[in-house]
């Protein structure tokens, strides 16, 4: 374990925006963890993980602390179901596919999700129909106040529509090491009736798929309208979908009639986002080195060299639009830093 200083932020955000960071660790163990908590207890700190949920306006006047533990193992088996964990420094993804690759269901339609597995309960993440709580068993966390390793259950993180109790009260409060999976081990139940997952699959001509075959549609489809953030700087899904009441629907509905639309409860509709700004006009818009995907409304992009704030002032200026021409709020999915 080394503590570098001023150390360039770039290749660690999924934005590629350059910024730098006063002081840089690297940890590969709960003791290094623990090593610099005990050694660093008046510095500041920030914590960083895959980068792909961070939009970096400034550099971190702070120990940048990059949570890189790395293991993924199979707990216990039966017939049916298998829990396996994986150390929050695993790549998600990577994760995924090793779930797939030994034939354990549920993750299938996450895969190609960026960042790392210890950041995934945090804003728990989703897609097409599949959320990390479906799967979430437990995690280990470490309390930075007392430096001991606390244990939390599906029910004690709180999840939400990306969000869990480590983005409300105990955020910051936590480094998250470890999760634990519930899985089936046969019997896999697909979810394949949300987006465009069962017309991907009829065009790759398969009408019984695999657990590994519903991952593949949902890879595809994603490379179709994400871009590789390897190629063109991006985190993904910038804003989330909004959730409205029925009224406000009905409102929205009667000046549009095509809104597309996802029914949560008997009072709560969920509006995609993306169609809110395509509307707005703002897909495929290009500012220069930086924008909006020209396939992904929701996906905001950084061309070259755009800086932080050039991704920040976009993004105020379509939720003051979308905010203008639908009295809807969207907010941003990303943590801007």
Known sequence: MQILNDISLKAYNTFGIEAKAKRFVSIDSVAELKNVYTSETNT?????????????????????????????????????????????GENWHEFVLWTLKHDFGGLEN??????????????????????????????????????????????????????????????????????VFKLTSKNHVLHTNYGAIAAQLEHMCISEPTIQEVSKAVISIRQSKLPDPKKIGNSGSFFKNPIISKDAFLKLQNNFPKVPHYVISENEIKVPAGWLIETSGFKGKTLGNYGVHKKQALVLVNYGDASGND?????????????????????AEVNII
């Open 44 to 88: 500041p700190k920030f914590i960083l993980g895959g980068g792909s949920n961070m939009l970096l306006t400034k550099d971190v006047d702070a120990l940048v602390i990059h949570i890189n533990i790395k293991g993924k193992t199979i707990i216990s088996q039966t017939e049916d179901t298998v829990f396996v964990r994986a150390n929050a």
């Open 110 to 179: 996450l895969s190609l999700i960026p960042g790392n597995v210890g950041t995934s309960p945090i804003q728990n993440i989703g897609a097409y129909g599949v959320e990390l709580k479906d799967t979430f068993h437990t995690c280990e966390a470490l309390n930075l106040d007392t430096l001991e390793i606390e244990t939390f259950t599906n029910s004690d993180c709180k999840f939400d529509y990306r969000n869990s109790i480590f983005k409300q009260e105990a955020k910051g409060k936590y480094i998250i090491l470890n999760v």
């Open 311 to 331: 991704i920040l002032e976009l993004s105020k200026l379509i939720q003051k639009t979308v905010w203008r021409l639908f009295d809807i709020n969207i907010e």
